[in-house]
């Protein structure tokens, strides 16, 4: 349920006054170290959620952007299944605790919706509650090690553009329930937000052919793409991970459509892999 700022209040910081069908309540709150460095920040409106039999506030903050950082180059980063996301420095992070939770929650399902039962229902709700959970905390792990790493070598990132995503992939029908084209999205947008934070420069980049075009002599053919884990071109030999291949396209395509996102001028800039 969402409270305006018209039906909620914060009262000082251990308490909130909430609107109810009982008329307006002042209830006791608890929250983390975390959350209390931003009480300050509390902006707009304030989602009222029930789970698990406990009442949560999930709150807007606002947050000022970082100072940006001086990026000497773009790193791209190109997000698939098998590996949630990969650089064009070849670091890939893996979406393999994500499959073992999701593989784990379908065995369950599978159980429940068998049962059929009032009981089994609800274990289903609270499964697919804990999945996206457990999900959002790897998809933030994996965006703030590939921020740090922008902050580490003073990268500008480089993301795909994920309109329309759902048209682009094609996927292998037994891999169409590992496909979350939300997830991808979800991750997207903690890179970003995480990345305004610390003052990373960065952009989003139309993604089309990125796969089967050679970042090195920049030759577009299907076949370059000999399978899902490697690229090798049928015009210059270049040989590489798929996945590394496509992000390098990515950076390549950050540096065309914004230079102005480095600090560097074009002729000192050593963008040659
Ligand atoms: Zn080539």
Request: charged share 25%.
């Amino acid at each position: 349920m969402t409270y305006d700022e018209r039906l909620l209040g914060w009262k000082g910081p251990a308490y909130v006054s909430l609107l109810t069908l009982q008329g307006r309540m002042t209830i006791a709150m608890v929250y983390g170290e975390y959350q209390a460095g931003y009480l300050q920040r509390l902006k707009g409106q304030v989602d009222l959620v029930y789970r698990d039999g406990t009442f949560y506030l999930y709150a807007t903050i606002d947050l000022p952007e970082g100072t940006p950082i001086e990026a000497t180059h773009f790193l791209g980063i190109d997000l698939g299944i098998a590996n949630i996301a990969v650089d064009s420095d070849g670091n890939s992070y893996t979406g393999e605790p994500i499959e073992v939770v999701r593989q784990r929650c379908m065995t369950h399902r599978q159980t429940y919706q068998a049962t059929g039962t009032k009981s089994a229902k609800r274990r289903l709700k609270k499964l697919s509650g804990k999945e996206s959970r457990f999900r959002r905390w790897v998809n933030h792990g994996i965006a703030k090690a590939l921020v740090a790493k922008a902050q580490d070598t003073k990268a500008a990132l480089v993301l795909e553009d994920l309109t329309g995503i759902g048209d682009r992939t094609t996927v292998r029908k037994s891999q169409r329930n590992k496909h979350k084209s939300w997830s991808f999205r979800q991750l997207a947008d903690f890179v970003i937000y995480k990345a305004q934070r610390a003052g990373i420069p960065g952009c989003c980049v139309d993604p089309r052919n990125t796969s089967r075009t050679c970042s090195k002599c920049g030759h577009v053919d299907k076949r370059n793409r000999r399978s899902q884990a490697l690229f090798s071109c049928l015009r210059c030999g270049y040989t590489a991970n798929a996945d590394q291949n496509a992000a390098r396209n990515l950076a390549t395509r950050g540096f065309v459509s914004s230079p102005d996102l480095i600090a560097l001028s074009q002729g000192q800039l050593a963008f040659a892999w």
